[in-house]
């Protein structure tokens, strides 16, 4: 009998414990975004600190204590700041992957009042470093309630803008791709990829990196998953694809085909320029 209710305990902790570190269930405090109500919340009157996650994802399970603890903090003073999160395994949830940089589980971004412009949290994934982080770009205090003046400009650069802005990845879509990497007086170094695609995941730090390290060059990626017709321009029929359209060859032929880390990519971009 001991044996049996043991056993019996044994598992319903196990239970509860499964549940508690579900990032798809319901956490205090944290608003639950789908692909209908995401803008309903998203660029309106309140910032908003978005975990993109995965079920699936380890990492995402080993945040639920934190962004529970995180979103009871938020609700509990009056501020414009909300807490949030999107399972970005959801239908139709591409185009929003895509807008908001989503290329790995968890993906946290910040998303100002008033924007639709994603700040990327890259700092240590705890209550601290996440209300530091609101505070540094938004000025608000989430655990006195107070604001405070900061000197963070209104929204991160658009698509159409951001190939001015070294250090950025450049996010390409067929309202942009032609004026930005068809630009005769720009060399761009196009990433084709696709969200689901593992290789694409794996190289995306490397090519964030490719991106602060260049300073003439132009990073940018368009999903060609969801934009196949900007693919099939150029022939895209796998992922990930790179390409390089120099200043005097914009035809889509110089095809990378090298090691998908930073080192080569900067060796490569160096000979295509030099």
């Given at each position: 009998f001991f044996s049996t209710m043991l056993s019996f305990t044994l598992l319903l902790s196990l239970l509860v414990c499964a549940l508690a570190q579900d990032p798809s269930g319901k956490l205090d405090g944290v608003v639950d975004l789908t692909v209908q109500n995401f803008y309903e919340h998203v660029g309106e009157s309140n910032h908003v600190l978005i975990e993109f996650y995965a079920p699936w994802c380890g990492w995402c399970k080993k945040l639920v204590p934190t962004w529970t603890d995180l979103g009871k903090l938020v609700s509990t003073t009056d501020t414009n700041v909300k807490i949030a999160k999107f399972d970005a395994t959801q239908a139709d949830s591409s185009e929003i992957k895509t807008a908001f940089g989503v290329r790995g589980f968890p993906t946290i971004v910040l998303v100002k009042a008033g924007t639709k412009a994603p700040l990327k949290f890259t700092g240590t994934r705890s209550v601290d470093g996440f209300v530091d982080f609101i505070k540094q770009k938004t000025g608000v205090n989430v655990q006195s309630g107070s604001t405070e003046a900061t000197e963070e400009p209104a929204s991160e650069?658009?698509?159409?803008?951001?190939?001015?802005?070294?250090?950025?990845?450049?996010?390409?879509?067929?309202?942009?791709f032609d004026s930005i990497v068809l630009d005769s007086t720009k060399d761009v170094f196009v990433k084709f990829f696709a969200p689901w695609c593992g290789h694409c995941v794996r190289m995306a730090p490397a090519w964030e990196e490719l991106a602060k390290s260049q300073s003439k060059v132009v990073i940018a990626e368009l999903d060609a998953s969801q934009h196949s017709e900007v693919g099939s321009r150029f022939?895209?029929?796998?992922?990930?694809?790179?390409?390089?359209?120099?200043?005097?060859?914009?035809?889509?032929?110089?095809?990378?085909?090298?090691?998908?880390?930073?080192?080569?990519?900067?060796?490569?971009?160096?000979?295509?320029?030099?």
């Open positions: 650069p658009s698509a159409s803008t951001a190939a001015a802005a070294p250090g950025t990845v450049v996010s390409l879509n067929p309202s942009n022939g895209v029929r796998g992922f990930p694809t790179l390409k390089f359209f120099s200043k005097s060859d914009k035809s889509g032929n110089i095809v990378y085909k090298g090691q998908r880390d930073l080192a080569s990519f900067k060796a490569f971009v160096d000979q295509q320029v030099n």
